[in-house]
């Protein structure tokens, strides 16, 4: 099974700073038909996820600019321009390219 | 709107059963997956387990296997998760989750409380 790891687990950033959240996969996320399904997702506390990034790097409808996904292979990257006060939470890596899915551990960002 | 919409979470002993339920809301389920994925208090996201729409094939994290079951009503427009022998490990908001396009897991119920204890 595939297994993501993320790094750093803890993020803490000033106002209007930006962030980058990595994840490295255990193997090549490439799949048959050509795409990377690798996603990225906001949990807000309290909150269901919330899908931000797909295909690591088309946004889905509705995200801010401000958020950005990069990245091939095994190594992937979630960028914020600048961080805005309704941004903390954690996020989450996740590949769809392999059965079973998996997630990555979570990155939480937080306000300094 | 299109949602998932979760129902039957609740407060079980250890080895009893309970079933969730996944239903569709402004869609149906026809093409793609459902997902379930859990939480544990304070932890991260577990997958559990998927369902392909096209296919009905299954696929159940090692955790659950052999206790946990998907199955579907389509006249029901939903989705169910059965879970048998449950434990107090298995403590954890549950959300199921669709793929809108393939792999991207994009659309999520509001996710339901399953609490395992004596």
């Known amino acids: 099974d595939v297994v993501l790891t993320q790094s750093p687990l803890s993020l803490p950033v000033t106002l209007g700073q930006p962030a980058s959240i990595s994840c490295r996969s255990s193997?090549?996320?490439?799949?048959?038909?050509?795409?990377?399904?690798l996603n990225w997702f906001q949990q807000r506390p309290g909150q269901s996820p919330r899908l931000l990034i797909y295909k690591v790097s088309d946004r889905d409808s509705g995200v801010p600019d401000r958020f950005s996904g990069s990245g091939s292979g095994t190594d992937f990257t979630l960028k914020i321009s600048g961080v805005e006060a309704e941004d903390v939470g954690v996020y989450y890596c996740m590949q769809g390219t392999h059965w079973p899915y998996a997630f990555g551990q979570g990155t939480k960002l937080e306000i300094k | 709107e299109v949602q998932l919409v979760m129902s039957g979470g609740d407060l079980v002993q250890p080895g009893r059963s309970l079933r969730l339920s996944c239903a569709a809301s402004?869609?149906?389920?026809?093409?793609?997956?459902v997902h379930w994925v859990r939480q544990a208090p304070g932890k991260g996201l577990e997958w559990i387990s998927s369902?392909?729409?096209?296919?009905?094939?299954?696929a159940y994290a090692d955790s659950v296997k052999g206790r946990f079951a998907v199955s579907r009503d389509n006249a029901a427009k939903s989705l169910y998760l059965q879970m048998n022998s449950l434990r107090p490990e298995d403590t954890a908001i549950y959300y199921c989750g669709k793929d809108i396009n393939p792999g991207d897991l994009g659309l999520w119920g509001q996710g339901t409380l399953v609490t395992v204890s004596s």
């Open positions: 369902f392909m729409l096209d296919n009905t094939n299954v």
């Open positions: 193997q090549s996320l490439l799949s048959g038909d050509g795409n990377i399904y």
């Open positions: 402004g869609f149906t389920f026809q093409t793609h997956a």
